[in-house]
């Protein structure tokens, strides 16, 4: 089985979203995620089989002797569990119709049973013949990535993952019958707003709806499936911006209630643009941002690793050089000198920046009075992990993210 029952193709947002988020979070590791975003295009992949609970295929690799075989396992939900929530989707008239003609419309999250069909963080796992042990690989990752794209045309996909089907639910609709009563209106449901009180009460009943798991596993929150579905009327922002701004501002929230300092914004577009998207969560935006700040997106794409390495000087040492000490970048070439490979070679000194060609390493001073670490990709410098008061430090960091490549 390759899609969810075969149901007819229908576009959808939310429920891109809610995989991405939960795939990318469970993967916490944004260097494979990046790897396996580029493997959609520069790898042979094959068709990936989705059942219940796997989503698998064949990948080969450019020039590559044998195929690597990715698998994603998705835990899935018993039985009794998914009875109630094909009960909540069939009680709802309003979605009776649109789910019969095989469609999974995103506005059916609004109830909080149905939300549970988007797997938590640690109900995935990831393994590949390309690594002894269980864990996230490029390659993985690429399945990951592939699996939303089936959910954009499919949502059903989900059901089969999490050991649903999509045929026992239209069943389920049009066994329903016309004259079943429904649940008679509460005092809430007959006014037209809903009183604080009743609102936290149902904020709570989602929260505790979600696997134990996840409140052990997840560090952020899972956003709740937007319904936006078009850009709203110029000037406003597009609903891409503002699912991105929206994500933004719920893991500040969060961070506040649990007393934890959230990010600060900046005052600078370019500064905020890489804040935002250090956050795995917020990489599909990056072509948008880009377009918008003037930048390429491989320019954009390198900010954001120089804020999720370095912060917002990470970011300000990969955009302009700085001034610098004479002294200080005398000491630091001393300091690196016995770790050069070639040593006689020529290692240049200019603002606040050390560059040995032949090793294809720079590293450049922050205004922080750190030495970042970059490399480089293919005739421009990228940042690399591992920032230090230590030049020394800061350029072994630099071999290694080479070697690491």
Known sequence: MTTADQAPASATHGWVDAWLTVF??????????????????????????????????????????????????????????????????????????????????????????????APAPGDITFTCSCRPDPGICPHSAAVGYRVAQHVRANPGVLLTLRGGSTKELRAMVQTRKPTDPAPPPGPEQAR??????????????????????ARTTQTEPTPLLDSLRSDPPAPGPTAQA?????????????????????????????????????????????????????????????????????????????????????????????????????????????DNQLTDEAARIQLR????????????WHGTWRPAPGPSDNPATAYKAARRALRDR
């Not at 990318?24 to 590791?29: F, G, I, P, T, Y």
């Not at 979605?95 to 549970?116: E, Q």
């Not at 600060?264 to 377009?291: C, I, K, M």
């Not at 320019?299 to 700085?322: N, S």
Request: hydrophobic residues 45%.
């Open 24 to 117: 990318e979070a469970a993967a916490s590791d944004p260097v494979m995620l990046l790897t396996g975003e580029r493997l959609l295009t520069r790898a042979d992949i094959g068709q990936v089989h989705i059942n219940h609970g796997t989503a698998k295929t064949t990948l080969t690799m450019p020039n590559a002797a044998r195929p690597h075989h990715p698998c994603l396992t998705v835990s899935p939900l018993q039985s009794h569990e998914w009875e109630r929530i094909y009960q909540a989707i069939a009680a709802s008239d309003e979605h009776a119709d649109v789910i019969a003609a095989g469609r999974l419309p995103d506005t059916i999250t609004d109830n909080a049973d149905v939300t549970r069909i």
């Open 365 to 376: 001073l922050g205004s922080d009075g750190l030495w970042y670490p970059f490399t480089d």
């Open 192 to 213: 037209t707003g809903t009183d604080a009180h009743h609102a936290f009460g149902r904020f709570n009943a989602r929260r505790t709806t979600r696997p134990a798991r």
């Open 242 to 350: 503002l699912r991105l701004l929206t994500r933004d501002a719920a893991a500040r929230a969060s961070a506040l209630l649990a007393r934890r300092p959230p990010l600060p914004a900046g005052d600078d577009p370019v500064q905020d643009a890489a804040r935002l998207l250090a956050d795995p969560a917020h990489r599909r935006y990056l072509e948008h941002a880009a377009e918008q700040l003037g930048l390429s997106t491989l320019q954009m794409r390198d900010l954001a690793l120089a804020h999720e390495y370095g912060g917002a000087a990470g970011v300000e040492v990969a955009l302009w050089p700085l001034a610098a000490d004479a002294e200080v970048l005398a000491h630091a070439e001393a300091a690196i000198q016995p770790h050069r490979p070639a040593r006689l070679a020529t290692l240049v000194s200019q």
